[in-house]
């Protein structure tokens, strides 16, 4: 098992511009999520699913789109980039919405 | 709605001494309550949870922590700190119930000097 898997690792946007950030996992979890990580802020939910094509808001939701057309993957879309997202971002996934199964993160500068 | 608060964002310790970092929480609802620890550039993994059982619940790595419903706390502690436990630690809190991810606190950096 490869469990969550995130790419890319590490990405530079311009601000205005769109990208998408991948995030899959092999455990066959109904659950995922989006966390963004902020120095001093800890973790914060922006969108998570509890299954294919389900998807609801977290605390951070505004300029961020997700889809689960599947249940491997949950992308993440941001729409036109800004500074204020410059973040890490976690996926995470669950068999239950308990335990969460953490990617590696993919770091993100909004310039 | 479920809220977390850690108490100190940075905890300091001498190797071999107690390590006592602290969580209180806040839920509408009986809560699932986890602590999960990250190294520096990775992800997060669980170090232990609660979730109705047992109030004092052991985890990975000789740590444990208690629920205290009276106290709406849920403290992490090990006996004796290894250098190796050097690293952020996150406090989460769910409500237990399908249709809910998991509300994290802001972590505390524990640092262990020789």
């Known amino acids: 098992n490869a469990g969550v898997t995130q790419t890319p690792k590490f990405q530079v946007l311009k601000t205005g511009q769109s990208m998408t950030l991948q995030c899959a996992q092999d455990m066959n979890h109904e659950y995922m999520s989006w966390y963004r990580q902020d120095p001093g802020m800890g973790l914060r939910l922006i969108h998570y699913?509890?299954?294919?094509?389900?998807?609801d808001q977290g605390e951070v939701p505004n300029g961020y789109n997700v889809s689960r057309s599947t249940t491997e993957d949950f992308p993440l879309r941001l729409l036109s980039a800004a500074p204020s997202q410059t973040s890490v971002y976690f996926c995470a996934s669950s068999p239950s919405g308990e335990t969460q199964y953490f990617g590696p993160g993919t770091r993100l500068l909004v310039l | 709605a479920q809220s977390v608060t850690q108490l100190g964002s940075h905890v300091s310790v001498s190797e071999g001494a107690l390590v006592l970092l602290r969580c209180n929480y806040s839920?509408?609802?009986?809560?699932?309550l986890f602590w999960y620890v990250q190294y520096p550039n990775q992800g997060l993994q669980l170090l232990l949870k609660?979730?109705?059982?047992?109030?004092l619940v052991k985890g990975i790595n000789g740590f444990e922590a208690e629920f205290k419903k009276s106290e709406t706390s849920f403290h992490l502690t090990k006996p004796s700190a290894h250098m190796s436990d050097a690293a952020e630690y996150f406090c989460?809190?769910?409500?237990?119930?399908?249709?809910?991810?998991?509300?994290f606190g802001k972590g505390t950096t524990l640092s262990v000097s020789s």
């Open positions: 989460a809190v769910s409500a237990g119930q399908a249709g809910t991810a998991p509300i």
């Open positions: 609660y979730t109705s059982a047992a109030t």
């Open positions: 699913s509890v299954g294919a094509g389900i998807t």
């Open positions: 839920s509408s609802v009986p809560p699932y």
